[in-house]
């Protein structure tokens, strides 16, 4: 399902003056085949996750009847995408909440820094999306009427520090903002963090009189807690609910809930925290999702609650290249507080839906197993796709010939703390494989092929040149900052050439197909596990997809 990209990607679709000839690109394909998604649904079920791939600290909320969530996208751009959905299960991305190269610039930064945990809220016809640019100027607001944009310029919170920042509207008209910061004095330990507190002004767009710490450490400070953050209050029936992450977003990750009959509090912590959290299973257990938390609580049309919230299927025990992925589950409430999951319970996979669910609606290309092909004959590129940081000139051309994506290559290799020519989507399955069919490149000096990308340090491209009177078909990797280049074979010269990468886990192979001649395999089942996250660090999963560059050794 194809749908149009933000005003930057329409400008990025007239053709730029560049020295080299692009690489024509005729299409791209992307097929998944998990295991665990055969799993049979039943009608009114629906699949975990919800959003699968790289969609980070989810948040969410209720505009009517439509739902909307945020996922941190990071050095990417367009960056905050927005979904939008009538059920809880079924999301389809509106727009995104930086959409404008004049609104952040990711310069310099690494993939994993950027824009962190986004919130959104809404009020009397306004969205709010409130967030932090880390390393990138800090904790800013942008609005917009409609969640689909035009998003405003970032009006920057400078009074506020620290991360994860949200607002909550009360009944009785006011506004609060929330956010993680150091506790007041020195740090007692390594990860001892606090939940702020100050009214916030609407009109003005800033906070507003004294800031108050409502958690110090966590809720239980004699553990000495760690990284008590992404808080949230909710109002229900008396009572203020003050939802938070702990425990890092790692597998520690949980979240913890406590209360007040009072906005400032003293809010008193659950008895029976964490009221999710995967940390207490088996870690050899089959199919394992782990680092579970983040979430964000929202009220369903029918008076049912729900949680959204953030989680990791791992592989080898403890490897995942497919990020930190969107989850969803219901809300019990008992004896006045909230439970996401029993403690010693793991995430289903297929689950009952909403009563409200939508039956008729298919998950895929969110999650499940599907094949999603961009065949470059729309207007404007696919919601999809994603580029590594903020262009600065136009390099990507749906104009130049009709049905073809045409990448004007930059000098930018993926190493780069810029934006080189390479287009990104998600990965979204342990077991997929991403193909695309591009014309040879005319002119010596230009490589272009299909690259699968986690950060500027850890990365495959695996590509074509012209060499002498022929072409050479290469694979490269980065591991650790180190290039090398993995295996050539040479070939006669041809018109079009098919690249494909296939992944089962942590295997990956790489294949070429020159003139419609037959598939060869470069190279087999290579360690693939240095685009999982614990071994490339940082909050990011991987993402594969076309990509061209002037070669760097010419």
Not at 70 to 84: H, L, T
Not at 132 to 147: H, I, R, S
Not at 153 to 162: A, E, F, S, T, Y
């Amino acid at each position: 399902m194809l749908s149009l990209l933000c005003p930057l990607l329409l400008a990025l679709s007239a053709a730029p003056l560049h020295a080299r000839e692009p690489v024509l690109f005729d299409w791209f394909q992307y097929s998944g085949h998990d295991a665990t998604f055969e799993q049979p649904l039943p009608a009114g079920s629906y699949r975990n996750p919800v959003l699968a791939g790289f969609h980070p600290d989810p948040a969410v909320v209720r505009a009517g009847d439509r739902f909307y969530l945020v996922n941190s996208s990071f050095a990417y751009f367009p960056g905050i995408p927005v979904f939008e959905s009538r059920d809880l299960v079924h999301w389809q991305q509106v727009g995104n909440a930086i959409e404008r190269p004049s609104q952040l610039d990711f310069d310099g930064l690494g993939m994993s820094r950027g824009v962190f945990a986004p919130t959104i809220s809404y009020r009397d016809g306004t969205f709010y999306v409130v967030n932090t640019a880390v390393d990138n100027g800090g904790n800013f607001l942008v609005t917009a009427k409609n969640p689909a944009g035009p998003w405003s310029d970032p009006v920057w919170l400078k009074d506020i520090d620290g991360i994860d920042p949200s607002l909550f509207f009360d009944r009785d008209g006011k506004a609060y903002l929330l956010n993680n910061g150091e506790p007041e004095g020195k740090p007692r330990y390594d990860g001892h963090r606090a939940i702020w507190m100050q009214q916030f002004d609407l009109a003005q767009r800033k906070p507003v009189g004294p800031r108050k710490v409502l958690i110090d450490g966590g809720v239980d400070p004699s553990k000495n807690p760690i990284w008590i953050e992404g808080p949230h209050v909710y109002q229900r029936e008396g009572w203020y609910y003050l939802v938070c992450a702990e425990g890092g977003t790692g597998p520690d990750h949980s979240q913890v809930v406590l209360r007040s009959r009072w906005v400032w509090g003293p809010y008193a912590p659950y008895e029976h925290n964490p009221i999710l959290t995967q940390r207490d299973l088996d870690p050899g257990r089959a199919n394992p999702i782990t680092n579970a938390g983040h979430a964000d609580l929202v009220e369903g049309l029918d008076g049912s609650w729900w949680a959204i919230f953030l989680a990791s299927r791992n592989y080898g025990g403890v490897h995942y290249n497919t990020g930190r992925e969107t989850y969803l589950l219901p809300v019990t409430w008992k004896d006045g507080w909230p439970t996401i999951l029993e403690h010693g319970r793991a995430i289903p996979q297929v689950l009952a839906g909403p009563a409200f669910i939508d039956r008729k609606a298919t998950q895929a290309p969110m999650t499940g197993n599907f094949t999603w092909r961009d065949e470059f004959d729309k207007p404007a590129l696919d919601r999809a796709w994603m580029q590594l940081r903020v262009p600065k000139q136009p390099w990507a051309d749906l104009t130049a010939q009709r049905g073809k994506l045409a990448i004007h290559p930059l000098a930018e290799g993926l190493d780069t703390l810029r934006n080189p020519s390479f287009l990104a989507r998600r990965q979204q399955h342990l077991a997929f494989e991403a193909s695309t069919s591009l014309t040879v490149p005319t002119e010596a000096g230009t490589e272009a092929g299909i690259a699968a990308f986690q950060n500027e340090r850890y990365w495959y491209f695996l590509g074509v040149r012209r060499r002498g009177a022929g072409l050479q078909v290469f694979l490269q990797r980065s591991s650790a900052g180190e290039a090398s280049t993995l295996a050539t074979a040479s070939i006669a010269d041809a018109k079009t050439l098919k690249l494909k990468i296939t992944a089962d886990a942590g295997a990956y192979s790489f294949g070429f197909d020159a003139d419609g001649k037959g598939w060869q395999w470069l190279r087999r089942d290579d360690d693939g596990t240095i685009l999982s996250t614990d071994v490339a660090g940082g909050f990011v999963g991987a993402v594969v997809g076309p990509y061209a560059r002037t070669e760097t050794d010419q």
